[in-house]
């Protein structure tokens, strides 16, 4: 934050909720982070990016993730807009999902962390090898 001067004039708190300051407790912006930047948030939205899944494809797709937090994290993320669900009047029910173009950027960017992660994961290797051989002597 910058430091009071002739120049500086603080937001309204009213324009600073609507942008958000995630280094503040109750900022709001951090339940989007938490669901956008969970495991299976990042994981969901990543898979979602190639199209429409319906929830079993989306369970298939991510290995290891349970139902129910697959469906809560569809739920996260579709309360915020990321990702829209199309509920086929058919029997049986027909549950599709996808991205929303808000969703499509935040894709986007966890893509971008995750491909990251992937690239670098032998040097980050090293750093858990270091680490465990530090603990062991």
Known sequence: MPEPDD????????ERMQRGDLMA???????????VTSRWGVLVLIALESGTLRFSEL????GGVSERMLAQTLQWLEGDGLVKRTAHD???????YSLTPLGREAAE????LADWIEFN???IAEGWANRQDAAAD
């Open 7 to 14: 120049d500086y004039i603080p937001l309204p708190l009213s």
């Open 25 to 35: 407790a109750a900022c709001p912006s951090r339940e989007v982070l938490k669901h």
């Open 59 to 62: 369970r298939r797709t991510i």
């Open 90 to 96: 058919v029997v049986p029910p027909h549950v599709d």
């Open 109 to 112: 960017k966890v893509r971008l």
């Open 121 to 123: 994961l032998p040097r």
